[in-house]
């Protein structure tokens, strides 16, 4: 079993910063794939960002691409978004995850690789 606890999330102004934690428990952080996805009003959730346990490769949606970056801290058992140049459109609620294997050739970007989700933190971007 595992649990993730996002925090982090909140109202900032468009081209503003942000920096979301996801706490995980429960297992070995370090040998699983983690990733970040987030749901806005009326749509489907989306993948967001990606990262290796094997090497820290890491894989980003388009639309965050260049200004989002993705990172973990093992001895921490903490996984990272750093978001800047934030845009209203990135207002969402902002959910991490773990994906516990089998082994794979590319990172993985669907929600239905992952096994376990935590409950999400709210961000809020102002125009």
């Known amino acids: 079993q595992v649990q993730l606890v996002e925090s982090g999330g909140g109202l900032v102004q468009a081209g503003g910063s942000l920096r979301l934690s996801c706490a995980a428990s429960?297992?070995?952080?370090?040998?699983?794939?983690m990733g970040w996805f987030r749901q806005a009003p009326g749509k489907e959730r989306e993948f967001v960002a990606t990262?290796?346990?094997?090497?820290?490769?890491?894989r980003y949606a388009d639309s965050v691409k260049g200004r989002f970056t993705i990172s973990r801290d093992n001895a921490k058992n903490t996984l990272y978004l750093q978001m800047n140049s934030l845009k209203p459109e990135d207002t969402a609620v902002y959910y991490c995850?773990?994906?516990?294997?089998?082994?794979?050739?590319?990172?993985?970007?669907?929600?239905?690789?992952?096994?376990?989700w935590g409950q999400g933190t709210q961000v809020t971007v102002s125009s």
């Open positions: 995850a773990a994906d516990l294997g089998p082994p794979r050739l590319l990172l993985p970007v669907a929600g239905d690789e992952y096994d376990y």
């Open positions: 429960g297992r070995t952080f370090s040998r699983y794939h």
């Open positions: 990262i290796s346990w094997r090497d820290g490769s890491t």
